[in-house]
């Protein structure tokens, strides 16, 4: 990779040093994204053995999956305004530490509400690692091609922990569960020692969004609780209800708030920008069909065909392979055809993955179910690579941290309520195979919903002021 001019540093370093900075920061960023994508998947195919060990049933493994991701949603705003403010240095080594202290506590959990607690701190650690790791690529490479390359080798990051996270998970559940969150200590503790080696992230203080953070918190939550729980007793009692009625008022309390307030994590005008919008609808779409699948193919090839987690992690490994090689891909058709073309490609090939996974489900051999999952791991890392650089190319670096935490914001949430609805969907008396196979058309619907909106990017946008909105 050529080398990248990183801005002056104060003290007056050399050109050498600045460069083993980048190159130092580049390095962490990267083993960050891996271990938070490592753990988002790895637990995939350790649930059935959780269950056994702390008990607990459909809807206990929902939450071992949704408190991460949750708090991961739940949070990221918060943490995109939080990078801005204290910088992107200091939020990725803050999260990052906290990530790793919590999958200790992963490790150590005696019971499963003691799990989910934690889970849900490795969220919240996440949560500032990922939008801290974009904005700190942003300032570290000021040049958008070479930008671009770091971009795509971010990209790789998070695929590698993707290809790792099923087979690791199923390697290491074979001899004990608790060693899927272990591995992220050496890891996290690599990260970390690279991170003293780069510049210190400028600060730009602002007063904390308190009224919108608890109300995007409380909504998320209060969604996520009614989605699960309506799945496992039913929509119309009383406390999914209750929980319905709170994300409505708590949503709305948030949207006064950014739109009223002084100082909001999320301004409004950033929002309504055509790019920013767009990103977040797709993102959430994308999202809904990739962790989706993953978590309801994982249960599936254990519960129903009999695999055992060593298996099933191994099957997950030709779709995370190929997912892992298309980052640099999406590159190099995003510099020559615009963003438009590796995201709607990436879209079409999600949608005929899950179709035929769904023709077939019933009858398919694994091996073919194992090839029909690459098309939509393929489809995902071409459009999430795509969006990403097109939105940082579109927002000041400023705003770089706010905006990649909303973009994933929108993903998380997609994949925290793909398996609250999903896991619903299987736990009916019709039975899993029916769930699933609604499941699978539902994610697909969704996808196919955002390649009309994505057909109307023609060109990547005019760069936005310091709000977001068109310059």
Known sequence: MPQAPTRPAPSGPSAAAITAGARAALAAVLLGFFTITLDALIVNVALPSIRDGLGGGMSGLQWVVDGYTLAFAAFLLCAGSISDRIGARQAFAAGL???????????????????????????????????????????????????????ALWGVGGSAGSAAGPVAGGLLTMADWRLIFFVNLPVGAAALLLLRRAARSPARPAPFDWTGQIAAVVAMGALTFAAIEGGADGFTTTPVLMALAV???????????????????????????????????????????????????????????????????TAFLPMALTTAAMGP???????????????????????????????????????????????????????????????????????????????????????????????????????????????????????????AATLRLRALPAREDHHGAQA
């Open 247 to 313: 994300t409505v008022v708590a949503a709305s309390v948030f949207v006064i708030a950014q739109a009223r307030g002084r100082h909001p994590m999320t301004p409004l005008p950033l929002l309504r920008s055509r790019v920013m919008s767009l990103s977040s609808a797709v993102g959430f779409a994308l999202n809904v069909a990739f962790y989706g699948m993953i978590f309801l193919i994982g249960l599936y090839l254990q519960q129903t065909r009999g695999l055992s987690p060593l298996a099933t992690g």
């Open 329 to 451: 891909v999406a590159a190099r058709l995003a510099n020559r055809f615009g963003a438009r073309t590796p995201i709607i490609l990436g879209q079409a090939l999600i949608i005929g993955g899950l179709l035929a996974m769904t023709a077939v489900l019933a009858t398919a051999p694994v091996w073919l179910l194992v090839v029909l999952m690459v098309p939509i791991g393929a489809g995902g890392a071409l459009a999430v690579t795509a969006l990403t650089a097109l939105l940082l190319e579109s927002v000041p670096a400023e705003r770089a941290g706010t905006a990649s935490g909303i973009l994933n914001t929108s993903r998380q949430t997609g994949g925290a309520l793909a398996v609250a609805v999903f896991g619903a969907l299987v736990a009916e008396p019709s039975g899993f195979a029916h769930g699933l196979r609604i499941s699978l058309l539902i994610a697909a619907a969704t996808v196919l919903v955002t390649v």
């Open 97 to 151: 530490a906290l990530f790793t202290a919590a999958s200790v506590v992963c490790g150590l959990a005696p019971g499963l509400g003691i799990l989910v607690a934690a889970r849900i701190a490795q969220g919240v650690g996440a949560a500032l690692v990922l939008p801290s790791s974009l904005a700190l690529l942003r300032e570290t490479f000021p040049d958008p091609a070479r930008r671009a390359k770091a971009i």
